[in-house]
Each structure stands twice: as C-alpha cells, then as structure tokens.
C-alpha cells in the first residue's frame, strides 16, 4: 500500500546546530503535505506545510522543502533548541481526508 | 478555543471490559477523525465523520470497535470487549476542511489493558 517513509528513525543534533529531518512519500498525485511535531504524552502539533505547486516554505526557524522529481520532502530547524526535542511527522494528503502519515523520526537536542 | 478535548487521559482496563473514550472537537469544525497510534504501526486511521456522518470506518479493527458521532461537538469510540492488542494512544483530531487543511489532534487518550 502507499505509505510515507522516512530515512533516518533517529536524529541527534548539538544545541544551536540546524536540524534536517527526511521524509519520502509514494503517492504522486498528493498535493498538500504538512510536518508535526509530537512531544512526548503529547498530540501531533501542526508545525508547517506546504502544497505541490511550491517548493519550498519557511516559517519561523523552520522551512519545508519540497522535491517532487524525487518525492522527497525535507523540514529544516535552525539554530535547533532544547525545546525542539520531540517526534517529527510527515503526512500526506492525496486530495483526500486520508492524510497519510510516516512513523516519525526522533530529534534528540545534545546540550 | 480549547483545541480538541479527549477523556481520559489514560485508562487502565482488563481484558474483556467495555473501554469508551471521548472527543469533543473544536467548536465549527466539521470534519473529525479517530486514529490509534502504536510504535509498530504509527497512526492509523479508524474512523472519519463529516458533519456528524461516518465517511470512512474501514480502519476500523473489527466488530468490537464503534464510534457514534450524536451532535457536532461530541464523538465517541467505544472497544466492546476490550483486548490486550488494542493497548494503544488513542488520537482524536479535527478540522476545518476535508482534505485541505491542518488537522488538530488531542492530547490523546492512553489505553492499556491487562
């Protein structure tokens, strides 16, 4: 079935460092792409997303960008904080209420 | 606005009892979404309503899950029995639009059953 993946599960960056979290998604007609944070107990927080005619976003020390030769959708974190510890989600939404989420990747922030 | 509103927070129940969790979604929304996430398998969705009306519930596990949605702002999911597979977070979300927009969850409901 289609699916949203990810490469790397785990992502350890030192404090003030940028972050770059990966994400592949399968279906070529989704249009509209959004990443989550989740801290931990916590819900999926909607941090940033972005839709197929662009390539790329920014938001507040964040930015998206987009690769749809390659499938391929990227978050960036700047000047990475202790507080942006948490899972990262990709999710996918061909068009449909069906938003297709990855596993996560994990972001440890090293002091 | 409150966000999504989910109870409890966690429940701790044995195998065989009737389990049901809350959601009240954010007031105007007209979309609402059960998911289950589980470390194997990430979130899965379980049900989706529009305006009140199941769209989609083949994400449904089996008989022993329901979700009623009486008015629009209260859902529930109910686990009748409940087994030790269904040990899970129960994420209740919603939104604006169908498809096109960010989806906001709960805080989520933590079920465990012994």
């Known amino acids: 079935g289609e699916s949203v993946g990810l490469h790397l599960p785990t992502l350890s960056v030192q404090e003030g460092d940028n972050s770059i979290i990966n994400c592949a998604y399968s279906?070529?007609?989704?249009?509209?792409f959004i990443w989550y944070k989740q801290e931990s107990g916590k819900g999926p927080q909607f941090i940033i997303d972005?839709?197929?005619?662009?390539d790329k976003r920014q938001g507040q020390r964040v930015t998206v960008l987009l690769n749809k030769t390659v499938k391929h959708l990227s978050l960036q974190i700047a000047a990475t904080q202790p507080g942006d510890s948490a899972v990262y989600f990709c999710?996918?939404?061909?068009?449909?209420?069906?938003?297709?989420f990855g596993t996560g990747t994990r972001l440890k922030v090293l002091a | 606005d409150a966000g999504v509103i989910q109870s409890p927070r966690h429940e701790v129940t044995e195998m065989g009892q009737e389990v049901t969790l809350r959601c009240k979604p954010i007031s105007g929304h007209n979309s609402l979404f059960w998911y289950r996430q589980t470390m194997m398998r990430g979130l899965e969705l379980l049900i989706y309503f529009n305006n009140n009306v199941p769209i989609d519930d083949s994400g449904m596990p089996e008989d022993r899950f329901s979700a009623k949605m009486p008015n629009a702002s209260f859902s529930t999911l109910k686990i009748q029995p409940s087994e030790p597979r269904d040990s899970a977070v129960y994420f209740c979300?919603?939104?604006?639009?169908?498809?096109?927009?960010?989806?906001?969850f709960g805080e989520g409901s933590r079920l465990t059953v012994l």
């Open positions: 279906n070529s007609a989704s249009d509209y």
């Open positions: 979300a919603s939104s604006l639009q169908q498809g096109t927009g960010e989806l906001f």
């Open positions: 972005i839709r197929s005619n662009m």
């Open positions: 999710a996918e939404i061909p068009g449909t209420y069906k938003y297709i």
